[in-house]
């Protein structure tokens, strides 16, 4: 079986190319989509873009400077392929995705280097400085704001997009300190391959874990679905070893430090505009002897996040609590697999409609998964003090069969975004956090936001929402937004969505982004959470560290 990142990758859409969304044995959620879009989608998929047929600028690089560069990494190690340099063009964002269909590349890499060791890395941005070559690093390319893409800046003769790929190794694993220190450059399965020979585990799961890697998760913040209880990327770094221009910085390997601000904290987050993070030591976790993931719906959404955040504040943290608004269990009902057995699919259908009798329907109500990995008897009182949380709060128990259908099918949604394209329908994603406060105000100030930002180019709207990451003080919102496609006038319409739930995220005490990162889509508004001397000091590190500013150039710093 051939390692996650040596799959063939989509280069217009997200991830596998032999893998798809079955929607055909989701007989309801087609219908469903006509009616609340007013969209009339035809059941024959469009073509898949053809790369031949993009029109790519040809590679800046004189033959001196592809020279130096091989006689670095070696000559198999650096690539003007067209293909590697519109792998490396973009990202995962519904932009990226659109510009990709409508063959409109912008700014593809003029060379992708394939570093094997740190000390290639260091003699790398030693070129690159010397030669004036903007340098983009990437390990799965993911993003979905912007942070992969090498931006055309002036004064730079050209970009490099520099691929971690090769160094993907666990280096060590400490299994008395619960430690690991791994190379960036691994993927999600891999890394988890191998901590599993050692009986432990880090428990990083994002969305995009299936290529995505140690690097990307730190450069962005991110977070993984497991993060309340294992806790986002920054909470599981014991220390980091990053490669900037001036040098080589590594934090020490120790559980706590007094010794002034927390470099660790500072480089996680840079998204490349500080250096190449290398290497890492992380926390991990024994490897779970259970995994327990149950179902639950809760009468009303507002009961519902009543319930995650008593769990928190009892001091109980599951491994992954998420509740969906009506909107979403709705769809989420839509667009499961009826189950093969007849008999058993009745029984389901019967019992749902007794359930709306009593009151509880994933028409109006929430559906919630709670999650708790760890040691069996551990899991076991965990999950019935929280159980007895949610039915205080409205919630009937759906057992293991709801949650578990969930667990084994956590990474496929992406792909269903690929073939709404084809339908005309655009969906996108957008998420922040506020405290417990203001979850409710900020819920639906952004909801209506979206509404009217669609009906703009007088798009029906379903604006879905789930809290996915939650903390004692607060939580994520997560957002995911579907309206039919402003044929001519995509990226205008898509500005237009971005821009307006942004400024309401801000307006109304929120953040513009809890775990997706800044990169440059973001960049406007990050200026306004930090003010202007929160910038300065942010400058005035860049400056130090890469005073020719050859890193990520145009990424969180305009």
């Not at 406060?437 to 952004?446: E, G, Q, R, S």
């Not at 995220?505 to 406007?524: D, F, W």
Request: aromatic content about 8%; glycine content about 10%; proline content about 5%.
């Amino acid at each position: 079986m051939p390692k996650s990142n040596e799959i063939e990758a989509r280069w217009w859409g997200w991830g596998d190319i032999n893998k798809t969304y079955e929607v055909e044995k989701r007989p309801t959620y087609v219908p469903f989509i006509e009616e609340k879009l007013d969209v009339e989608v035809e059941h024959v998929r469009t073509p898949d873009p053809d790369m031949s047929e993009l029109e790519l600028r040809e590679s800046r690089l004189q033959s001196d400077a592809i020279d130096a560069l091989k006689k670095i990494v070696g000559e198999d190690n650096v690539s003007t392929t067209r293909r590697d340099r519109v792998m490396h063009a973009i990202g995962r964002s519904y932009r990226d995705c659109l510009l990709a269909r409508m063959g409109q590349i912008k700014h593809p890499p003029d060379a992708v280097i394939f570093p094997g060791s740190e000390d290639e890395v260091v003699e790398l941005l030693k070129l690159a400085e010397d030669r004036s070559l903007a340098v983009t690093p990437f390990c799965g390319g993911s993003s979905v704001v912007g942070g992969v893409e090498p931006l055309d800046i002036e004064g730079f003769a050209g970009t490099l997009s520099v691929d971690l790929r090769r160094m993907d190794k666990v280096l060590r694993v400490d299994v008395e300190s619960r430690t690991a220190r791994i190379q960036a450059g691994i993927w999600g399965p891999e890394l988890e391959d191998e901590l599993a020979k050692f009986k432990v585990y880090l428990g990083h799961a994002p969305e995009s874990f299936l290529y995505s890697g140690l690097g990307g998760w730190i450069a962005s913040r991110g977070a993984g679905r497991q993060s309340t209880s294992y806790g986002k990327i920054e909470e599981m770094i014991e220390s980091v070893r990053i490669v900037t221009p001036r040098g080589v910085i590594e934090t020490r390997d120790v559980p706590a430090s007094a010794t002034g601000p927390d470099l660790d904290r500072i480089f996680c987050g840079s998204e490349g505009t500080l250096g190449i993070i290398t290497e890492a030591t992380m926390k991990v976790h024994p490897l779970p002897q259970a995994y327990d993931y149950r179902g639950q719906l809760f009468k009303t959404f507002e009961g519902g996040v009543q319930a995650v955040r008593e769990i928190l504040q009892h001091g109980l943290f599951p491994e992954t609590i998420r509740i969906s608004d009506d909107e979403e269990s709705s769809m989420a009902m839509r667009v499961r697999r009826p189950s093969s057995n007849p008999t058993k699919e009745q029984a389901m259908q019967s019992a749902l409609k007794g359930l709306s009798r009593l009151g509880w329907s994933f028409e109006t109500g929430a559906f919630a998964i709670l999650g708790c990995e760890g040691k069996k008897v551990d899991v076991a009182v965990r999950m019935k003090r929280m159980q007895a949380i949610c039915r205080k709060n409205g919630a009937m128990p759906l057992g293991k069969g709801a949650g578990m259908e969930w667990f084994e099918t956590r990474y496929d949604n992406p792909y269903l975004r690929d073939i709404m394209f084809g339908w005309g329908v655009m969906t996108d994603t957008l998420e922040t956090a506020t405290t417990w406060d203001n979850i409710m105000p900020l819920y639906h100030a952004v909801k209506k936001s979206i509404r009217g930002a669609l009906a703009d180019y007088d798009s029906r709207s379903m604006v879905t929402c789930h809290l996915s990451h939650s903390y004692v003080t607060g939580s994520s919102l997560y957002f995911i937004f579907l309206g039919k496609i402003a044929r001519g006038r995509e990226i205008e319409q898509w500005e237009h969505v971005k821009r307006t739930a942004g400024d309401t995220i801000l307006a109304n005490g929120g953040t513009i982004t809890h775990h997706h990162g800044v990169g440059y889509e973001h960049a406007p508004w990050f200026e306004r959470e930090y003010g202007p001397q929160g910038m300065e000091l942010l400058r005035g590190m860049k400056k130090a560290l890469d005073p020719a500013g050859i890193m990520n150039p145009g990424k969180l710093l305009p």
